[in-house]
């Protein structure tokens, strides 16, 4: 007989596992909580859907950090060649943008899960939507809640891709922490990862500046140096260039209770240039227009300049250079794990064996950001999706191959 494969978590990670599943000619079922499949790979999509990243594999696996070597034969083996690829089978054209990002032509996300779901359809899944695992039962059953009450439903393996912390109203809750943790599975607490900050602005740079984008800046922190954009909220900041540092801000704040961040508002001139151009007589002229004319700092980086800079520093040329090449932002907390890009923690690396099988629980595999890594945003964090869900659907059919020969 057949054996048939129950894949929990319909995002990114569990439809790969399916289709290798499939490939291989097994019964797959595919069960979500959600109304829908893939909302939260839906709303990867509003930004564009960066689906991976095209620079050299070996910077790539860097982005891992420490679980960059536990991921390598995953991500090695369904690369950014190996994903683009993939997209193009579905009819998905990719391109490469000038930062190396890899996004399809029109960055949509719906017309590939629309063309991925109506190809696994077809090789035979199985979809059941509205169903919430909730655990194990007694006899080893997958417990589900469902519109009609609680169910259950037999496997002779299980992939569970249920997502990480970020965004719980697309799907991903982490309720299922507690049950593999009991199961004897080692869980790691889940973490903003991507994530903005708290700063603590005055009342007049929140209600003036929040919301605008600060442009050409370079932040530091420790011996890291990003050069991009983020921007300034409310509460504090966000964006692309804070996310590439937060793992790192992140962990700081919470051993040392703050973070100071600092910023560059003006990367192409010398501090040396900066102050010759301050020192120049401004006349008549108030701070703000000479702060304007001899340096080109205006709106909101103006803004964030005054709030952290005192009188003294201002009225001092060299001071001022300094200031406006190391600006000191102090960050004391990160934002919420709801609104979080993506999260760290969950199901240890060493809780599975290299086949993504839990080695507390035989017979069921991980996969996904219900794994504990991270990696800032480029693609990053699908690519890892995929190439884990491949590699747990893989494992799940040598496993079942082995087990039932
Ligand atoms: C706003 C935003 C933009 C992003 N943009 C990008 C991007 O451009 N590039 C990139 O690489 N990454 C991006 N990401 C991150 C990326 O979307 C995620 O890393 C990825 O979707 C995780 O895939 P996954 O399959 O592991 O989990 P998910 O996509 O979270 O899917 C998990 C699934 O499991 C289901 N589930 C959870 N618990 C249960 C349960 N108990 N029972 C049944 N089903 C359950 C959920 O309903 C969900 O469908 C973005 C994320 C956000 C929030």
């Not at 909580?33 to 860097?62: I, Q, V």
């Not at 002229?285 to 700092?297: E, I, N």
């Amino acid at each position: 007989m057949t054996a048939r494969i129950a894949v929990v978590g319909g995002g990114p990670a569990g439809l790969m596992a399916a289709e290798r599943l499939l490939a291989q000619g097994l019964e797959v079922d595919i069960y979500d909580a959600m109304p829908s499949l893939g909302r939260k790979f839906l709303m990867a999509g509003k930004s564009g859907l960066n689906l991976t990243h095209g620079e050299p594999l070996a910077a790539f696996l860097g982005r891992f950090g420490d679980a960059g070597e536990a991921l390598d034969p995953s991500l090695r083996s369904f690369d950014a060649p190996a994903v683009r690829g993939w997209a193009d089978e579905l009819g998905i054209e990719t391109f490469v943008g000038s930062s190396g990002r890899v996004f399809p032509v029109n960055f949509k996300a719906a017309p590939l899960l629309r063309a991925w779901l109506h190809r696994l359809r077809g090789a035979g899944a199985r979809i059941h939507v509205r169903h919430k695992w909730t655990g194990w039962s007694g006899d080893g059953g997958l417990c589900f809640e469902t519109p009609v009450g609680a169910v259950q439903h037999g496997s002779d393996a299980t992939v569970l891709a249920l997502g990480g912390g970020s965004w719980p109203r697309l799907g991903s809750d982490g309720a299922w922490m507690p049950v593999l943790a009991k199961a004897g599975a080692r869980i790691v607490a889940l973490k903003p990862s991507n994530c903005g900050f708290d700063i603590d602005w005055s009342d007049h740079f929140s209600a003036r500046f929040a919301g605008q984008p600060v442009k050409s800046v370079v932040l530091s922190f420790g011996d890291t140096h990003v050069e991009g954009e983020f921007v300034a909220t409310g509460s504090g900041i966000e964006g692309s260039a804070v996310y590439t540092l937060s793992a790192a801000l992140r962990d700081a704040i919470s051993s040392a209770g703050a973070a100071m961040l600092t910023l560059d508002l003006a990367p192409d001139r010398s501090a040396a240039r900066l102050e010759a151009e301050l020192a120049k007589p401004r006349g008549k002229k108030s701070m703000a227009t000479h702060l304007r004319r001899v340096t080109g700092l205006t709106g909101v980086k103006a803004g964030l300049l005054r709030e952290v800079t005192d009188a003294r520093t201002f009225a001092d040329p060299r001071m001022l250079a300094l200031q406006i090449k190391s600006l000191p932002l102090r960050l004391t907390a990160t934002r919420p794990i709801e609104e979080a890009i993506s999260s760290a923690g969950g199901v240890a690396l060493d809780a599975i064996d290299a086949n993504y099988m839990l080695i507390a629980r035989p017979g069921v595999f991980c996969a996904g950001e219900m794994l504990d890594w991270e990696a800032p945003t480029g693609g990053y964090l699908l690519s890892a999706c995929f190439a884990t869900g491949r590699a747990a659907g893989d494992g799940a059919a040598r496993w079942l191959a082995l087990d039932r020969a």
